[in-house]
């Protein structure tokens, strides 16, 4: 069986935009690609709310730094077939400058981190893809949370397939299959987060092959 790292934010950990709360296991991405994929995978689900591709933010109760996380994950996890990042989202928070083009230098250096990380053993690379996260709407606030802009959130899919292309990594686009919810323009009602993990099937199970 191949493992495969699902590293995100709360739309990998599944928040609901009503509650807050994490939606049941059978709507999470990440578990339902496991169940689609048949047996032909395990599929490790190492979602955190507010993490950033590589900024720090104190504002929540645990370590929000993409890249500081994707190392102790990659040592924790490892050998790993394939690694899957979703993120972006909160880089274009205002606090962070509220622009694509940090999230994407990030995202490159967590390309980085994987592409040169020690395994055991040393030829153990898992691959990478590289998801855009679906785009901001307006929530009940006429804007979503946190400040974030609509247009700078729809230039993350174009700015990770140019990026992915560029670093010869495999890329997906989940706002191709599912949409932010209007509670709070940002985060994923249950069926909807269970979409992207039924429309990465085909694909994570291709590159598995």
């Known amino acids: 069986m191949k493992t495969v790292l699902a590293f995100g934010d709360s739309l990998t ?17 990440p578990d339902v690609l496991e169940k689609e994929l048949g047996g032909q995978a395990k599929i490790l689900s190492e979602g955190l709310g507010g993490r950033t591709t590589c900024y720090d933010d104190h ?3 645990a370590c929000r730094n993409g890249a500081k996380a994707l190392e102790v994950a990659l040592a924790s996890h490892m050998p790993l ?3 899957i990042i979703m993120l972006g989202t909160n880089d274009i928070k205002p606090t962070h400058g509220g622009r694509a083009e940090p999230a994407v230098t990030g995202i490159r250096r967590l390309a980085q981190i994987v592409d ?8 153990a690379k898992p691959k990478l893809m ?12 006429g804007v979503p949370a946190a400040g974030r802009d609509i247009a700078e959130s729809q230039r993350l899919g174009p ?20 949409k932010s919810s209007p509670v709070d323009g940002v985060h994923l009602e249950a069926d909807e987060t269970a979409k992207i993990g039924k429309a990465l099937a ?5 590159i598995l092959r």
Do not use: M, N, Q
């Open 202 to 206: 085909a694909p994570v199970g291709e």
């Open 159 to 178: 700015l990770y397939r140019k990026l992915a292309t560029e670093l010869g990594h495999f890329f997906f686009d989940a706002g191709s299959v599912a």
């Open 81 to 83: 077939d394939l690694v």
């Open 59 to 61: 504002a929540g109760p």
């Open 130 to 141: 590289i998801v855009a996260p679906p785009a901001c709407v307006a929530g009940a606030s």
């Open 13 to 29: 950990w599944g928040a609901d935009p009503t509650t807050g709360l994490r939606h049941p296991a059978d709507y999470r991405w």
């Open 116 to 123: 040169t990380f020690p395994y055991k053993p040393r030829d």
